[in-house]
């Protein structure tokens, strides 16, 4: 016989049950925060139409996994989950009350190169805010943010900000206006280089020295942020679209009002779409790095509806997160809580069974039927191993007296009882609250 060898394609994974609970679990803290503060939730289709995609990415867009299907269609497997929910507004207008408040927590794909938390298969979890311009909404959208990420037990971290708008500034500034996209690719790894990495980078894409001096000198302002925002404001004072950009950083630093957002100018966010204030949630400690971006993208609905719906939001590294929850041992093992097991001497009393584990389940006890027909010890056995605290077996004489036999795995008492009986021990036990009926 032949066999298959098994096996994952390389940026993609299988999640054991310990491993689903624990992203069960993050991902309940994310869905809590968003509806505190009224995101509603969507899911979009794992293909979208590739021109649907295409132009939102930059140079990004070689990772978009995109191929014809049976039809002829070009498609693609979608890249990140804010421009589907563009898509989605333009594409159902009518069903949408403007400010439209939406996350959604899905899986997307990118043909990118695989390391250590990145993958070509990963989940995000976004939140957007649709139909306003106010930067109220991008400053509650930061506080959000840091509500999660300290719900999820970080402490040192930081949300950096920049505007795409000084970006551009900064573009007239130094004469180099037509090379404003590949400024902000080169500015969105600043970090990652060191400084004659970043001026390399710059005279690659056509910068003479005097215009890579103005750029880094605007890019290295010092101080902290008021600091920073007087010195930008003292530069820049003949770009209006500067100015404009640092009156919203402003007005977002005193609404958070919260020391973790900090103005870092070297903050611009690779994507095209982005129109405004961009931040990013960094973790501090151990070189991690950013887990979260976010902006203002104004125009992107548009290019779909033929109108500016303006909107902000954006997406929080979810597998980055919990990697590093990991490392940190800051997650619980988790497993499927099974309550009680029932079984039954031989198989000619299985529809008892059967009936039993129902009545137990209708108690809002969480049962598992055991199926085979062993000897006792081994079920017993597979109880212990499985971390199964009660077991329940039925045999001719329990079921004669119109009771059970129940065995506490733990002390390895048992007791011929009533149902309700072994219900009451259960529950006292396990503190186990009674199902809600929803008849009374």
Sequence with gaps: MNTISPR??????????VEVWQ??????????????????????PVLEYFDILMGKYGDQEKLVYNFEDFGGRKVAMKYDLTVPASRVLAQYPDKFILPWKRYQIQTVWRADNTQKGRFREFVQCDADVFGTISMTSDAEFISMGIEILNNLGFVDFQVRISNRKLLNAFAKYINAEDKFMPIVFVVDDWAKRDEAGNKNELSRIGLNEEQINKLESILNTPGN????LASLRNDLSGIAEAIEGLDEIEKIIKLVNDDKLVFDLTIARGLSY???PVWEWVINEGGVGSVG??????????AYLGRNIPATGGSFGFERILEVMKERKMLVEEKTRIDVMVTVFDQSMTLRGI?????????GLNCFLYPEDKQMPKKLSYADKKNIRFVVILGENEIAENKLMLKDM???EQNMLTFDEAINKISEILIIKPPINKGD
Aim: aromatic residues 14%; positive net charge.
């Design 225 to 228: 942020n008021s600091n920073k």
């Design 274 to 276: 982005y129109t405004g």
């Design 293 to 302: 971006g976010c902006g203002r993208y104004d125009n992107l609905v548009g």
């Design 410 to 412: 733990t002390t390895g």
């Design 23 to 44: 992203r069960k679990k993050i991902m309940q803290v994310f869905i809590d925060t968003f509806e505190k503060y009224g995101f509603e939730p969507l899911e979009t």
């Design 355 to 363: 009936d039993l584990a129902v009545q137990f389940r209708k108690k």
């Design 8 to 17: 994952t394609l390389k940026g993609f994974r299988d999640f054991l049950s």
